[in-house]
Each structure stands twice: as C-alpha cells, then as structure tokens.
C-alpha cells in the first residue's frame, strides 16, 4: 500500500545550525500533514502542520515546505539547540478519512 | 489536565495470553487511535474510531481487537498474544478537523 517515507534515518547537525529533515509520502490522496517529534520514552509531540493547499508554513523556528509536484515534505529547523535532539516523524492524513499514517522517522543529533 | 491516559505502561506476557490495553482521554475528544512502534520504525496506525460507536481498521490490525466504550475510553484487546506483538503501543485522540494527535506516554508489551 502506500506509505510515507523518509530519506535519512540520521541527521547529525552542529549547534546553531540548521537542520533539514525531508519526507516523501506516496499518496496523492493526503489532505493535510504533520511533522511530530519524539523525545526518547514519550509519546510524539505536534510541531506543525500543513495542508494541502499551502505550500509552506511557518512556525517558531520551524518552517514545513510542501512540494505536492514531486511529494515531498521537508521540515526546517532554525539554528538548532541540543533539545531539538529527537527522532522526527512526519505524517499524512488520508483524504478525509481521519486515518494519520505516519514514516519511519529520522533521528536528528545535534553536536555542541 | 491528564490528557491521554494509558494503562498498564509495562507487561509482560506469555505467548497465547490475553489482555486488554487501557486508554482514556479527558480532552472531549472524538476521534481516538492505537498505534505501535517498534524498533526502527514509525508509529504504525492498528485501528481508530472516528467518534463514540464507530472504529476502523488501520494498517495493522490483524491479532488485535478494540472497543469503543464511551467517548473518553478506547481499549485495544490481543486474544492471544503473540511474540511479534512485542511493541511500544501508543493511545492518541484529536478533537477537530486538523491532524494533531496527542498522545499518551505509551505502553511497553512484551510477549515471552
């Protein structure tokens, strides 16, 4: 079936930098998009989000960009801090179903 | 304000055992899911109800069975457990239109 996927299972960033992490997801169906964080032993936690007529959404140092061309979805991370270390899951919402899918995640380490 | 509540958050089983997964939400939300993680891979959806006294199948709900009670509870049952059921299961429930999940902090299952 179809699935969201991501590209990088590991994103290692220095501290300040910025931080990219990309998604691609498959079904041209999906209205709406998540990007959660997951801080080890805990639940996922919302970051932002993006529907499907946007193409780009901004939030404290957080920015989605959603490219529906090619599938795509990429979260922006602004001068990154240790406590941005954390697995990031992106997710999709098919059509109107309320059924969230979500990838595999990318672990995201951050160097002091 | 508890938010997602899930119990047990550990347990250990034998193969072919039964149990019931626990999850409650004082939120007022509708919508309610259950989700497992494992290693190395994303939160894959198992089922989810969509409002009080409805419940879907999601993309992995072959060993697993679940009950709408009211609408701040939503417990997932394994009939006989099985060892590819050893998982992190995580309850979440969202209120609106949007995508946002808030999850519970997870309950960890291992079947010996």
């Known amino acids: 079936g179809e699935s969201v996927g991501l590209h990088l299972p590991t994103l290692s960033v220095q501290e300040g930098d910025n931080s990219i992490i990309n998604c691609a997801y498959s079904?041209?169906?999906?209205?709406?998009f998540i990007w959660y964080k997951q801080e080890s032993g805990k639940g996922p936690q919302f970051i932002i989000d993006?529907?499907?007529?946007?193409d780009k959404r901004q939030g404290q140092r957080v920015t989605v960009l959603l490219n529906k061309t090619v599938k795509h979805l990429s979260l922006q991370i602004a001068a990154t801090q240790p406590g941005d270390s954390a697995v990031y899951f992106c997710?999709?919402?098919?059509?109107?179903?309320?059924?969230?899918?979500f990838g595999q995640g990318t672990t995201l380490q951050v160097k002091p | 304000n508890a938010g997602v509540t899930q119990t047990p958050k550990f347990q250990v089983l034998k193969t072919g055992q039964s149990m019931t997964l626990q999850c409650a939400q004082d939120?007022?939300?509708?919508?309610m899911y259950w989700y497992r993680q494992d290693p190395g891979m994303g939160l894959r959806l198992i089922y989810y109800?969509?409002?009080?006294?409805?419940?879907d199948k999601g993309e992995v709900p072959n060993g697993y069975n679940v009950s709408r009670l009211n609408k701040r509870e939503f417990s997932l049952r394994l009939e006989s457990a099985a060892p590819s059921q050893t998982s992190v299961y995580f309850c979440?429930?969202?209120?609106?239109?949007?995508?946002?999940?808030?999850f519970g902090e997870g309950s960890r299952l291992t079947v010996l």
């Open positions: 079904n041209s169906a999906s209205d709406y």
């Open positions: 939120m007022n939300h509708n919508s």
């Open positions: 997710a999709e919402r098919w059509g109107n179903t309320g059924k969230l899918i």
């Open positions: 993006i529907r499907s007529n946007m």
């Open positions: 979440a429930s969202s209120g609106g239109w949007t995508g946002e999940l808030f």
């Open positions: 109800s969509a409002s009080e006294g409805t419940t």
